[in-house]
């Protein structure tokens, strides 16, 4: 039997066709009717049915609702209603106790749109606070915040077909040959076809995207605020700039000018680490062809200026004109499946459903008339960082973590083991065993996951793709958003005794239709979509209002932008280095990525053994230039410190690094990489090292840069 849903890894949403046979899982290939692929999987989609393979449903999988009776004892299997009782229970108790906010919610990018707006409603409408956020915080929110800054709304202008009709591909902060590879095989199809298309790739690594690249700038970590301003200059230099398109269309154009006067192409260059030659054939590049398309990630968004980076970005686009037109625009990549779904149910605690902002009375008060309630809580909710920071604080005191691995994904892991061991009730909603957050856990709610279940993504172009369930759930699991309004139902006639429920939902469905209403008239309507048009009409993008006979393609192609006035705003801000600067005491600055066949903490991909013949181990790499000064050679093992811990890994020397850098995969975790914290703590992976500071804008923190020090592993 053949099901139609959607790849559960990253944010290019390919439309897989999965393959079942008597209620299981025997095979999966690429749905050649998905606009996002068509056809095509790269080697973690095309090996997605092994992560569901019986072996690993019975080993590698929650079944059972399982609970312990204080944290030093065993995990014991219990039942859904036992543990819904307890979660219950400490919930009502702790908020009557020490106030809505004493509870936090950490979510995450891989939940369903259904799943998120479940979470959402139960944290805002029912506990009363904002105190909810998203691994996505780690991935794309300093994206939202330039996007609303410079161009009105948190609305990616492009789209993929715009790859197909770009004259100039300009890759920043990404290495989309390995992190969104479809795309980038859609990339390489083009160029082949049309040779006369220039690619320019900003990475500080000579990344697989670097080598196809026409022109790569090998840039320092974290220039690349004065990579654009030195850009722009150039543009302004040369005549380069789209005049007429920057009179009708912004504002604020002035006060740009006058930061990039300072920033000459040779001071840029000096500050970048790259030629004045290269910057100027990249400014020329970029304003002169006929449309530029921009593709950024990471690079760019887990920086303590993630923010000022896509703004610098757009910047230029709006600056050349390159910006509302078929194959120009900016462009960023989602890491997570969905974790622009979470955008737009507002499952964050600087957003709220719709691209509604907390912050706004109006806004609060359209979402509490739509969910039913009085009020929806004011008081600032915690981010990612700031979550686990209170939460060690004695703060928070329940945290419900559903399909995330705080324990290994996030910075400063000395604090948040801190944090998860101050907590008086973890509650962990997962679906594989074995996490390094797992250990924390006070309850175990067992979840379903992809091929288990019903719902819907949105990927990086504004596509909505439903997730359909090819097999039931195993064991005792639930899909999240049933498991979230279970326990919700127990906690409010405590909480709002004598009301009507907020969660008499019994499908997907009814979750998604309550969330489509919360899109009217914003920009995002999705009001025109509903489930059964994306059944029968397949992905269709956003805004689809009532009426329309097709979603958006590009936006702002009448050059009015989402701002009260229409016109998009040239953000002026300095370059700012690295938070953490390197010393003689950490000379290295370290960079963490993601290999081509694993995901995040390889919960999933790590089940596929196939997957680990890229790469088997975790090496960190270095420039092969810097290994006889350090007295290191090719496989030695080597102690990498920070100033927040210290771990040990084996070495590889790599050209592709520049000197006095290195770079370590963010995947691996306790089975393979062990040390310890600053404190004496065991800590497991390459976030033992990295620092919890964020962009004052969008509170994601600084995973990209990291001041160590690296020795062989036998001195001291
Ligand atoms: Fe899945 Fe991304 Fe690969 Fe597509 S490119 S198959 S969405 S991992």
Redesign the pocket.
Known sequence: MDTRS?????????G?IIESQAGAITGVR?DPEHP??FG???????T?HLTAAPVVLQTRRLLQPALRAERTAPMEASSWDAVNKQVAEKLAATIQAHGPDSVGFYISGQLLTEDYHAFNKLARALVGTNNIDSNSRLCMSSAVVGYKQSLGADAPPACYEDLDLADCVFITGANPAWA????FRRLEAVKAAKPAMKIIVVDPRRTESAEFADLHLQILPGTDVALCLGLLHACIWDGLLNQSFIDAHTAGFGELKALARDMTPAQAARICGISVTDLLQAARWFAASPATLSLYCQGLNQSSSGTAKNTALINLHLATGQIGRPGAGPLSLTGQ?NAMGGREVGGMATLLPGHRDPNDALHRTEIASLWGVDDLPVKPGKTAVELFEAAARGEIKVLWIACTNPAQSLPDQALVRRALERCELVILQECFAGTATAAYADVILPAATWGEKEGSVT?SERRISRVRAAMAPPGEARPDWQIVRDVARLLEPVLRPGRPSLFGFETSEALWLEHREATRGRDLDICGLSYALLDSAGPQQWPYPEGAAQGLARLYEDGRFATPDGRARFIAKPYQACAEAVDARFPFGLTTSRLRDQ?HGMSRSGLASRLFGHEAAPVLRMNPQDLPRRGLKDGDLVRIRSRRGEMAVALRGDAGISPAQADLAMHWGQEFISGRGAEGQALLGVNGLTQPIFCPDSKQPELKFTAVDIKRLDLP
């Open positions: 959607t790849c559960p890894y990253c944010g290019v949403g390919c897989v690429g996002a692929n095509r999987l790269c080697s973690k989609g095309s997605l969104h590879p479809i795309l499946p990927n995901w």
